[in-house]
């Protein structure tokens, strides 16, 4: 969160990767859905609906987030619900074009223990300063950006784990230099 895998996913499809963003996933197939939405209202409560401009009804995803990440039994409880629906969607793109080089941003890879599902692990990882920063100017605030942090596994864990760290911070050019030395040396195997 905050580190920039949508960055490198986006980099990832210009290099000729096929794209799967799990957090768009989320936000465009399974939160419309009308057994989602009726079981997250059982849950919270019609507060977590947002029907600003007369258009049906959608999940309001600040309420949800700050339902869900005070509370480890509801963060339990929504992750139970959603990464099926998310995972059953990967399948379905999967499926689409099985030979295809795919790059998925999951942004609970290792805390989930979803390694196994892929070839292999890319950790993009930066300071924690600068993660607070990248997120507080996306509009979340510094108290709001560490409880969601703090949910996950510390980044030093995560980089020992991953079988290719890139590492953003500083230019975009460093940046993108480290994508293409990945993508060549993934051109190799």
């Known amino acids: 969160?905050?580190?920039?895998?949508?960055?490198?996913?986006?980099?990832?499809?210009?290099?000729?990767?096929?794209?799967?963003?799990?957090d768009q996933i989320v936000r465009a197939r399974v939160l419309p859905r009308v057994?989602?939405?009726?079981?997250?209202?059982?849950?919270?409560?019609?507060?977590?609906?947002d029907k600003r401009g007369g258009?049906?009804?959608?999940?309001?995803?600040?309420v949800l987030a700050?339902?869900?990440?005070?509370?480890?039994?509801?963060?339990?409880w929504v992750e139970k619900l959603l990464h099926p629906l998310v995972f059953e969607e990967w399948r379905r793109a999967w499926s689409t074009d099985p030979k295809a080089r795919w790059a998925v941003e999951v942004p609970l890879l290792f805390e989930k223990e979803l390694e196994n599902w892929f070839d292999f692990t890319l950790c993009v990882a930066c300071s924690p300063e600068e993660q607070l920063v990248r997120l507080e100017q996306r509009?979340?605030?510094?108290?709001?950006?560490?409880?969601?942090?703090?949910?996950?596994?510390?980044l030093p864990w995560k980089i020992e784990r991953a079988d290719f760290?890139?590492?953003?911070?500083?230019l975009p050019a460093f940046l993108e230099a480290q994508i293409d030395r990945l993508v060549?040396?993934?051109?190799?195997f």
């Open 1 to 22: 969160m905050g580190c920039g895998k949508s960055t490198v996913g986006a980099a990832l499809a210009k290099r000729g990767f096929r794209r799967l963003d799990s």
């Open 35 to 49: 057994d989602v939405q009726a079981a997250l209202v059982a849950r919270f409560g019609a507060v977590v609906l």
């Open 55 to 62: 258009q049906a009804a959608r999940i309001d995803r600040v």
């Open 66 to 76: 700050e339902r869900i990440f005070g509370s480890d039994e509801d963060l339990a």
């Open 139 to 154: 509009g979340l605030p510094r108290g709001l950006a560490s409880q969601r942090i703090s949910k996950q596994l510390p």
């Open 165 to 170: 760290v890139l590492w953003n911070e500083g």
């Open 184 to 188: 060549e040396r993934l051109d190799s």
